[in-house]
Structures are given as structure tokens and as C-alpha cells.
């Protein structure tokens, strides 16, 4: 091997979230600290004891992506292909240039509860009245696959394509899957996740998840870190980003928002949350090696804020585990007490904010968490203006994943 | 320093090939297990048959209460990954668990329960606010692809990185594909590898049924799976699961493991062309075998068996016999290809990590298995496709090929160590 490694720099954000449908809106939510969390309006599922959840309710498919592609897809692939164009444009990665060499533009989403409300129409269709009413899109609608697939043909990406599906640290886990893959010399990756959980079926789905919220006050529902603690609110929408090699975005004069600098996943039990404590201070320390970093490097936390005492409590004591005297210091954020939690979509939710916190030299709040009862340094009520070089992601899944990824501001050296 | 990657343990679960010895018997014997569906009544369907696992989850170690918390796909999934690790030797017990991976795909999941839930809620599809208090305890579970994964990763008490890869038909090999990458980049030493899926059931055989994917021939369904012949008219659904134990080449020899074979290379492609469609050209299939060659470093030429996708429907047979070619020359025509399909059904997400074990078998007993029901050749299907009978062959490296839904190719090498070249 000779010439250093090829790095990945995030040259491209795109947002379909509860609190807005483009990178502009959402950031102003944001940084102002604004919640979406509401009662759930979706038809047909006012009986059910989830009350509260981030809906996406400014969004236009028919305005952003054409009717046969429409037809043949979930709302969860709406949003990826929505927000896989925003992220493009936003790179400057039009057509014309991504046609000139398909093979090297790949695609890698995660997904953890697929095509559940077009699934929820044809299950119906067979049960209701027989076999030869269900349509013929089932079959690549409700698959976990396809976003990934849908985004790859619509704009005629032939490079590597992946879906990991590791519950929500699976998100982290797809972006450092594009990362790698940049590594190995496919040239971009536009990688993310968006979910779409929010179908009656799949509500019902997730009601036997403990650490779900079923507190029906939306300002209640999903405060972390906090005595009043009580589970996590499920959300819709996510990210796509535009993942490339540093070299090539600068050669082709895109601006680096940010390098993908490290990252390590591991695993400690399903629902184990005590456990969880060693599983996401490994994964932070493996993170930090890979970006050869050091605790002191780390200027803001972007915490998995999973919302039940237990839970909280472990992560509180894994970044001190890991980041030492410096882990109760550094400023810690958990902006998606104001969007909720859109399972993989919900770590990648978190990284588009971290690349925006980097840019503005502003940490974003943590809405509906002003009475922190750990030894963190949460950023509660109102975005805090700080120098910011580099930001930690942490996630963990219900199934007992855990997962961190470490951010840089911009080019990846000075060099 | 380049970290090479061994195969050092199998296991599966196939239809009348549960575990390793039957398996290689019926795929050496060139058998069919597809018969009528027995799962569930499939009068209406236009594709009533299926390769069903005789699988009684007891006799392979599960005990009542994972029986009842684990679908059907995971229980596969275990049952194949107590015989892989077994198989392997390892004691885990002694190995660090922050250097054991997991990696295992599959296509649909938990939606057999999903959907077995679904009509008790719903009354029977009648109501789309469906109710709540009617449901099972362990629906969550099917509803979270990374049940998979994460139920195995805590059998084994594995504590790396754990994922579920979901790509369609391609899931398992990309899964392996995937467990491959993380020990070669160093991120653990031992990955438990492999897919599983259980997609026999009313809304997964009716959405293949729309879209006309599936074989009709009812009244002959062992014969029903006809790989490259040219009277071939669809592919037939089958279940299982595949489990396989990669490890860094020196941790295995370390202590003395006996290593079936290296994965040489791994790639997949998208054909940005259609979510179920493939070009004749097999452009994209071809790229993946040759970057997976590039990675084995190994010429053409070596490859000396191709284990097929071949799922028996008209276009896929072409568009891959087409890739292979375009990949290998005029060794292809050298070459032999076959279809375990025509023996054990498409199990999906599951059947590429079943073709990767029936591949490192190949290798060990240095025969490949046929393409049962290989009768009439079709003009544009011209290849060495072995009918009917397992022959015997030298074999070095082999490639296996998959191909799915949203357009994806993919490929694996497999080789034996060059210092045991035959």
C-alpha cells in the first residue's frame, strides 16, 4: 500500500424529519430547541395506548418524486428517495456527473421496520378478499431492501449497494459501512436511513417494547437524563448523506462538511441496558482509535438518550468510562427529544445535526430535558455557541447493539 | 499486512438436507425436496409448492422457551450455528467476545409471524385500526429484522460488531460478503456468518404469485425446479438457514483448526436497471465476479466451478449465464455451473449462505453437485450446466453468484489455501 488511505468526507445532507423537510428547517428547529413530538393523527390509530410520537406532516410525495415510483413503494422509501435528492443537490452531484462513472456511486441504507403501511394495504387485500387481489409490488415494496434498490435505479447508481438492518445503532453502522466502502475505492456512497413506522400494524408491532413511551403529554413523553424518565417516543422520517472520497470532492471543488473519522460497533444483550454501559464505552474507545483520537479531542456528544432510568444511566457512566474526567465536561446533546426516535433513521438524524453543529460552532439543546439528573454537561434549554472541531454519535438498538462514530469539522488535515 | 480470512466451521439447515451430512448426501445424490406446500392450505395460489424444512427445533438443542420466542428463520439460524461452531472447534469460552462478530442476512425476516399475528388483529383483514390486545408476546421481535443477529450473538455471547444484512435475494452472501470485510479490516477475528429465512407463507408466496416469479407446476413438484433447462417457468420457494465460521487464517491455525477454505473476494453491484428485471447483458454480475477475482488475486481462469443463482426463472438464467461469460471468456464453456436450487428451492435471503456452504463441501470432497432436472437445453443457455449427476473434479476455487430484487449482484470466491492447492 503506498499514499495515505483514502478518507471519507460527508459532502451532502438530506432531511425528511417530524421537525422539517428540508436541511434548512430542520436545522432551525433544531437549534431552537423546537419539539415535534404531538398526538398521533394517523388514520387508525387513535385506540391504540401510544398517543404520542414525530410525524412528518409536511410532506408532499407527489411534489418530489415521480408517480411510477410512487406507486410501487412504502412512505419509508418516499422519504429515502426524497431525502437521497436533497443530499445530492446539496453536494452538487447532479446526472451528468454521477452518469459518467455509475459503477462508482453506490447506495447503503439501514432499516429496521420497512414497508409496514404499504405491507398493512395488501395483507388486508389477501385476507380480506384472496390471494389474486394482492398487488404487484408487495413483493418490492415491503422488504427492508428497498430504498436502497429504488434510490440505486431512479438515478442510475451502479456501485455497491448495502442494507444493514442492526436496529438503531444500524444507522451509525451505514454510514460507517459508506465510509469503509470509500476506503476500498468506490468513489461515493449515498448512505442513511428513513423510516416509516407509524402504520397502525406497526404501532401495534412495537408496543412490546418496554422502554416505549406510552405518556401522552407530547412534553412529557421523552425526557432522558431526567428523574421524570419514561421511554422513548417512536418517530418517522430521516437522512440520506453523501458520503465521498475527501480527495475527489476537492478535486471536483465540493465543500467537505465534514470526514467520518471513526467508528466501532459492539454488543451486549438485547434490553440489557446495564450491560450496555461496557458495550458503548468500547465502542466510543474503538471509535476514537480509529480516528486517533484522544477523550480530550471530543468538543460535543451527541447522546442515544434512550429515555428509561436505566438506560440513561449506563450511558452517562459509559462516556465517562471512556472519555475520563473529560466525559463529565464536554457538552452533551440529544436533539432528538424534539423529533423522536425514527429507529435506524434516528442515529443518522443525529450525525446531519452533528455535520450542522460543526459548521455553525453551535451546539444544538436537548427540547423537554431542563432537569438533567446525571453528572453530564447537557446542553438543556438553549443551543450553546462553541468552538467545535470534532463530535462523538452514540446509538444503541433494542436488540442490543451499541454504536459510535466520530465526526471532524471540514478537511480532514490542512494538508 | 494483508489478514486472510478461513472458513472453519459449517452448518445448515435445508429441506431434507438438515445438517451437514444429509445435506451433502441429497446434493450429491442430485434428490429434490420440493413438494406440495403442507404449511398452510394454498388452494388459490397459482405456485402451491415449496422446499419445506422437516425441522424439529427440539432435536436440535432449542429448548420450549426459545421455541416459542424465536420465528421459525431464527430457530434455523441456531440450529445451523450450533453445528457450525461445533464444527469449528472453537471454544468461545476462551476467546476474547469483543473479537467475535456476527453477520447474518436474510430477505423477509419475521414476516411469517408478522403475518400470523396480522390476521388475529385485524379480524381476518376486516379492519385497518386493528386491535392491539389480540397480539402475541414476542411480536415485537418479529417485527425487528435485528432479532436475527442479535438472538445468535447472544447464544454465543458474542460482543463485536452484530448486524442484520437485508438485501433481498442477495442477503446472504452479502452477509458473508459483509463478515469477510470486518475480520480482513481487522475489526474482529472470528465472525458467525450465514442467512436464514422461512418465507413459506400465504403473503409472500401470493406476492410472488403477482408478479408470476413463481413455478405453476403443481401437479409435479419434483420436478418443478428446472434451473437452465428450456422448459423452465419459475423459480420454487424454499426455507433454511446456513451458518459458517470465518476466522483470521493464522488465528485458525494457531490452533491447529481445520480450515474447509479462504474466502479469496467478495463484491456487489447494483443494475440500476429495475427492482425485478435484468438486463440480457449481465453487465453488473460480470463486474462483481471480476472484483471478486481482483480481491482473491486470482485469474480467470482458476476458477474451476461456478455455483449459480440459477433460480429456474426465464430471464435470470440468461442474464447469468450471460454474466458468467462475459466474466470468463471462453473458460466459461470450460467451466462447470450448477443450480442447488433445483434441489432445495430458493430459500431467498437464506439460500446464498446455503450455495457457500454447498460450495466449501465442493471443495472438501473435490465434487460439484448437480443441476437436478436438467433435461432440454435452451439455445442461450449454453453452458456446462452438470445435469443430473454429481461429478467428480478438481477443484481449487470456486465462485458462487446471487443475484435480487433492487437489482443486486453479487459475488464470492472461495478457494483452497495455496499452500494446499491440489
Known amino acids: 500500500m503506498s499514499g495515505h488511505p483514502r478518507r471519507a468526507a460527508i459532502t451532502g445532507i438530506g432531511v425528511v424529519a417530524p421537525n422539517g423537510t428540508s436541511t434548512d428547517t430542520f436545522w432551525k428547529s433544531t437549534k431552537e430547541g423546537i419539539s415535534a413530538l404531538d398526538r398521533i393523527t394517523r388514520e387508525g390509530c387513535g385506540h391504540l395506548p401510544l398517543r404520542v410520537a414525530g410525524e412528518v ?30 443530499a445530492l443537490d446539496d453536494a452538487g452531484l447532479g446526472r451528468s456527473d454521477t452518469d459518467a462513472a455509475p459503477f462508482s456511486v453506490g ?71 459508506a465510509a469503509r466502502a470509500v476506503r476500498r475505492g468506490t468513489d461515493v456512497l449515498v448512505a442513511g436511513a428513513t423510516e416509516a413506522p407509524l402504520a397502525p400494524y406497526s404501532m401495534v408491532c412495537q408496543l412490546g417494547y418496554e422502554e416505549l413511551s406510552t405518556v401522552d403529554d407530547p412534553e412529557r413523553a421523552y425526557r432522558p437524563f431526567t428523574a421524570a424518565a419514561c421511554g422513548f417516543v417512536p418517530a418517522e422520517g430521516g437522512a440520506m448523506l453523501v458520503v465521498e472520497s475527501e480527495d475527489l470532492a476537492r478535486e471536483r471543488g465540493a465543500s467537505v462538511r465534514a470526514t467520518v473519522a471513526g467508528h466501532a460497533a459492539t454488543f451486549t444483550g438485547a434490553s440489557r441496558w446495564e450491560e450496555s454501559r461496557q458495550g458503548l464505552a468500547q465502542a466510543v474507545l474503538g471509535a476514537l482509535a480509529e480516528a486517533d483520537c484522544a477523550p480530550e479531542d471530543i468538543d460535543v456528544v451527541f447522546a442515544d438518550a434512550l429515555g428509561t432510568p436505566e438506560a440513561d444511566r449506563a450511558e452517562a457512566l459509559a462516556i465517562v468510562d471512556a472519555l475520563g474526567a473529560h466525559g463529565t465536561r464536554v457538552p452533551v446533546t440529544a436533539p432528538k427529544t424534539g423529533t423522536g426516535r425514527s429507529y435506524a433513521a434516528a442515529p443518522v438524524l443525529e450525525v446531519a445535526a452533528a455535520v450542522l453543529a460543526l459548521e455553525h460552532g453551535l451546539i444544538p439543546p436537548t427540547p423537554n430535558v431542563f432537569d438533567a439528573c446525571h453528572d453530564l454537561d447537557l446542553v438543556s434549554s438553549r443551543a450553546r455557541a462553541a468552538e467545535l472541531r470534532t463530535a462523538l454519535i452514540l446509538s444503541r438498538g433494542l436488540m442490543g447493539s451499541n454504536s459510535a462514530l466520530v465526526l471532524r469539522r471540514g478537511a480532514g488535515d490542512a494538508s | 499486512m494483508t489478514r486472510r480470512v478461513a472458513v472453519t466451521g459449517l452448518g445448515v439447515v435445508a429441506p431434507q438436507g438438515i445438517g451437514v451430512p444429509a445435506f451433502w448426501d441429497l446434493l450429491s445424490d442430485g434428490r429434490t425436496a420440493t413438494r406440495g406446500i403442507t404449511f398452510f392450505d394454498p388452494a388459490g395460489l397459482r405456485s402451491q409448492i415449496a422446499a419445506e424444512c422437516d425441522f424439529d427445533p427440539a432435536a436440535h438443542g432449542l429448548d420450549p422457551e426459545q421455541i416459542a420466542r424465536c420465528d421459525r428463520y431464527i430457530q434455523f439460524a441456531l440450529a445451523a450455528g450450533e453445528e457450525a461452531v461445533r464444527d469449528s472447534g472453537l471454544d468461545l469460552a476462551v476467546e476474547n467476545p469483543w473479537r467475535v462478530a456476527v453477520s447474518l442476512g436474510t430477505a423477509v425476516g419475521g414476516t411469517t409471524r408478522l403475518e400470523h399475528d396480522y390476521v388475529l388483529v385485524s379480524e381476518r383483514g376486516k379492519r385497518w385500526d386493528v386491535d392491539h390486545r389480540q397480539v ?37 452472501l452479502d452477509a458473508v460478503g459483509y463478515a469477510f470485510h470486518t475480520i480482513e479490516e481487522g475489526r474482529a477475528d472470528i465472525c458467525i456468518t450465514g442467512a436464514s429465512d422461512s418465507p413459506i407463507s400465504p403473503i409472500t ?18 420436478h418443478a425446479s428446472r434451473p437452465f433447462d428450456a422448459d ?137 453437485p448437480p443441476t437436478a432436472n436438467y433435461e432440454t437445453p435452451d439455445p442461450e443457455c449454453d453452458l456446462d450446466y452438470v445435469p443430473r449427476i454429481a461429478r467428480e473434479r478438481r477443484l481449487n476455487s470456486v465462485l458462487s453468484v446471487g443475484s435480487g430484487f433492487g437489482g443486486f449482484q453479487s459475488a464470492v470466491v472461495l478457494n483452497l489455501p495455496r499452500e494446499e492447492t491440489r
Open chain 2, 205 to 222: 408466496m401470493a406476492c410472488f404469485d403477482a408478479i408470476k416469479a413463481t413455478s405453476p407446476n403443481n401437479d409435479d413438484p419434483a
Open chain 1, 57 to 86: 406532516r409536511d410532506f408532499d410525495p407527489p411534489a418530489l418524486v415521480e408517480e411510477r415510483y410512487l406507486v410501487q413503494t412504502d412512505r419509508f422509501t418516499h422519504f429515502a428517495m426524497a431525502a437521497a435528492d436533497q
Open chain 2, 136 to 172: 402475541g408476546p414476542h411480536l415485537h421481535r418479529a417485527f425487528s429484522p435485528s432479532t436475527l443477529a442479535s438472538t445468535v450473538a447472544e447464544r454465543f455471547e458474542a460482543r463485536g460488531p452484530v448486524q442484520t444484512v437485508s438485501t433481498g435475494c442477495t442477503s446472504g
Open chain 2, 232 to 368: 423452465r417457468n419459475g423459480f420454487v420457494m424454499g426455507e433454511g438457514g446456513a451458518v459458517l465460521v470465518l476466522e483470521e487464517l493464522e488465528h485458525a491455525r494457531a490452533r491447529g483448526a481445520r480450515v474447509y477454505c479462504e474466502i479469496g473476494g467478495y463484491a456487489t453491484f447494483g443494475n440500476a436497471y429495475h427492482m425485478t428485471g435484468l438486463t440480457s447483458e449481465g453487465l453488473e454480475m460480470a463486474r462483481a465476479i471480476e472484483d471478486a477475482l481482483d480481491q482473491a488475486r486470482l485469474d480467470r481462469t482458476a476458477i474451476d466451478y461456478v455455483n449459480a443463482h440459477g433460480s429456474g426463472t426465464l430471464q435470470n438464467d440468461r442474464h447469468e449465464t450471460a454474466a458468467v461469460k462475459r466474466a470468463l471468456g471462453a473458460h466459461a464453456y470450460d467451466t462447470p455451473m450448477s443450480s442447488i436450487k433445483s434441489m432445495v428451492g430458493h430459500s431467498l435471503g437464506a439460500i446464498g449462505a446455503i450455495e457457500l456452504v454447498a460450495c466449501a463441501l465442493s471443495l472438501t470432497h473435490q465434487v460439484v
Open chain 1, 107 to 177: 447506495v447503503v441504507t439501514a432499516a429496521g421496520s420497512g414497508g409496514g403501511e404499504f405491507g398493512q394495504r395488501e395483507l388486508q387485500q389477501l385476507w380480506d378478499k384472496g390471494s389474486r387481489f394482492v398487488g404487484p409490488y408487495q413483493s418490492i415494496a415491503w422488504f427492508y431492501a428497498a430504498s436502497t434498490g429504488q434510490i440505486s435505479i431512479r438515478r442510475g447508481f451502479k456501485g455497491p449497494c448495502g442494507v444493514v438492518a442492526a436496529d438503531e445503532a444500524g444507522g451509525l453502522d451505514a454510514v460507517a459501512h
